[in-house]
């Protein structure tokens, strides 16, 4: 009878360290500072994988008025346990305007249309123009003023998302934040948006986190060189898979496997983001390179995602409804998933 009550005593006490130690956190965390650069610098929170941080992007000066300082990234957030060689694993979990207003700007050297430092054109510039959206967060539209149009107003429905999710870039490299690349960041793509999981290379122990530039709405390319620019309430889940490398950021929905590449002149984007497709495609699904290449050439699609950063980004899709079981090795790292 001893013995048996021991035993009891012991099963309790080993459930309550698991709820205590092991069980996941929701963190809640208000920024207060935004950070200009993707880098390596002290963390503002540590977390573990499994936990969930319940948080908001940045508002400032720039949203108030024309010319203000842009208010800058959230992080770096530490993952526990996070090492480089890892993928840093993001569920989106939520992505809600918390703002009334949208700011959207265009004109000047900044934008698809418009000469740039990078690409000469003849025409003079485009005059800069500064629209204000006005946000229904319960129906979630966005209504704006077109004073020169004989519509002289419009009501679209939004689609929240996030422009900038990053890792710390690797070694000493320091980017500003209209960046993309490797490491994500700025790469403004409407598919970070909620339901959406993105995976992204670790290079710095910790991994080192940021998050930021919430659009309330933003088409393909981003032509004008702005989203519907608000601030956003965001929850984020984190989890890590040890020892597996990627060479770009990846993402996943309920209908696409999607790749995102960043580079000058778009199509060397496009390259890179339908050969890393096709790496995942042989590396976790079993395909021959030569066979994915054939059906990805005929049932991929591709999203244009900004054409007006320091680098453009593509996002090449492959529809989960096409794809086989993962293989054994696949499986296996994602049971190593933290």
């Not at 500072?33 to 993707?38: E, H, L, M, N, S």
């Not at 690349?181 to 970070?192: H, I």
């Not at 453009?312 to 296996?332: D, E, G, I, M």
Request: aromatic share 10%; proline share 7%; hydrophobic share 40%.
């Amino acid at each position: 009878m001893l013995i048996r009550k021991l035993l009891i005593l012991a099963l309790c006490f080993a459930s309550l360290a698991q709820f205590a130690f092991g069980q996941p956190k929701t963190h809640r965390f208000k920024p207060t500072v935004g950070y200009p650069t993707f880098a390596v610098r002290a963390p503002v929170l540590t977390v573990k994988p499994g936990d969930t941080l319940e948080s908001e992007s940045l508002w400032g000066d720039w949203y108030e008025r024309a010319g203000g300082k842009w208010p800058g990234e959230v992080g770096p957030i530490a993952i526990e346990g996070a090492e480089p060689g890892d993928t840093l694993v993001v569920h989106v979990l939520r992505v809600r305007p918390n703002r009334d207003t949208a700011v959207s700007t265009q004109g000047g050297t900044f934008g698809a249309l418009v000469p740039d430092g990078g690409t000469a054109f003849l025409n003079d510039r485009f005059p800069n123009g500064r629209y204000i959206w006005r946000l229904d967060r319960e129906r979630m539209t966005g209504t704006v003023d077109l004073p020169g149009s004989s519509m002289k107003r419009i009501t679209v429905p939004l689609s929240p998302m996030l422009g900038r999710v990053a890792t710390a870039p690797e070694g000493d490299e320091e980017f500003g934040g209209l960046w993309p690349g490797r490491f994500g960041g700025n790469m403004d793509t409407s598919d970070v948006r909620e339901g959406t999981t993105v995976y992204l290379p670790v290079f710095h122990k910790s991994a080192l986190f940021y998050f930021g530039d919430g659009h309330a709405l933003q088409g393909d390319g981003e032509v004008c060189g702005s989203g519907l620019e608000t601030a956003m309430e965001v929850a984020l889940r984190f989890e890590l898979v040890k020892g597996q490398r990627i060479a770009w950021p990846r993402l996943e929905d309920a209908d696409h496997i999607m790749v995102a590449g960043s580079a000058r002149p778009l199509s060397d984007a496009l390259r890179i983001s339908f050969v890393e497709l096709i790496n995942w495609l042989v590396n976790d699904y079993g395909f021959d390179k030569a066979d994915a290449y054939q059906l990805t050439s005929q049932v991929a699609t591709v999203r244009v995602a900004n054409m007006v950063d320091p680098l453009y980004t593509v996002v090449a899709k492959f529809p989960k409804k096409l794809l086989p079981p993962k293989t054994q090795r696949a499986r296996n790292a994602e049971a190593r998933a933290q």
